[in-house]
């Protein structure tokens, strides 16, 4: 700076220091629980001078290191390195933080605000069993402790019917141990659902589960034999063991057969199905008869139809 007067000329050097506003902003993460997610931070020296950065951060669940180096500006272009911030909420969660960025060698600062949410657990596993309609078979979920430490006393739930076990699962802390399944699928087909394991803290681990179920083998043949243009009637008895009334949905494959579309029974009595063999014309083939209920499941019977020459008129 010069100053000039009628009387002398001065002459000022002057240096200046300026520092920048620094950066603010807003980062929002989101994951499920007992998961973790990351985000780069990057931070870019233009000078000839390493930074140091110095980190401050507060809100549960999340992390960073506390302290890192930006290399200066080179042959290549300017220096850059990342700050990681990770966010890994333990349970269903929403939490506000803030992270600060210090850079101690020329004072800037870059400020974060940041807000974490912790969403519903993935499952844990995927459990896949082959097995055949109503016949008993077992197989095994490896549960851990979420508790950590904690000695913890699960309570078990399935939505998937024809799948049971223990309705409660003790485990000590720090362990694993196999929760024993026992499966007789009522129908044959492909069933998908899931087990869950709530502690008593309202947190829950959870697997599901697909099961692929052969259908059963039939109950017993039945012969039909008739004269074409005539009727028979079978008559098969139906019992229903479940301490409520059962509606069965009949279905019919072969030629011939005809019979009411359901069958309702009261708790613990049999009723027998009416079973019509009317041919029209002289065979011999295989039929199926088959009961479906959700409860109590699908069971059936081979049909052995023989259709013989009708009379002569």
Known sequence: ????????????????????????????????????????????????????????????????????????????????????????PSWITNIAGELTLRNSTIGDSYVYELSGIGEDPVAEDHTQIECVARKRTSDVVLVRNILGSEDCEYVVECDLLGISGEATFFMKGDTQAEYDLSIMMPRGGEFTGSVSFKAPTGEYIWYTI???????AYER??????????????????????????????LFEGEGLIGAPT??????????????????????????????????????????LDAAEADDI
């Open 210 to 216: 697909q099961v692929k179920a052969e259908n059963p």
């Open 263 to 304: 069958i309702t029974i009261e708790p613990g009595e049999s009723k027998i199905y009416e079973l019509v063999y009317s041919p029209l014309l002289a065979d011999h083939s295989d039929g199926k008869l088959t009961f479906v209920n959700v409860e109590m499941g699908e069971f059936w019977y081979a049909l052995h």
């Open 1 to 88: 700076i010069i100053l000039r007067s009628a009387f002398d000329i001065r002459v000022l050097d002057v240096e200046a220091t300026v520092t920048a506003q620094g950066t603010r902003a807003e980062l929002t993460f989101s994951c499920p629980a007992r998961q973790a997610i990351s985000q780069d931070i990057p931070i870019i020296n233009h000078s000839d001078r390493e930074w140091v950065i110095q980190s401050s951060l507060s809100g549960d669940y999340f992390s960073g290191p506390k302290e890192f180096k930006v290399p200066p500006m080179g042959a290549q272009g300017p220096g850059m390195a990342m700050y990681t911030l990770t966010f890994a």
């Open 221 to 250: 043949v039945i012969e039909l034999n008739a004269k074409a243009r005539t009727a028979i009637i079978a008559d098969i008895p139906i019992t229903n063991p479940l301490d409520e009334t059962v509606t069965f949905d009949v």
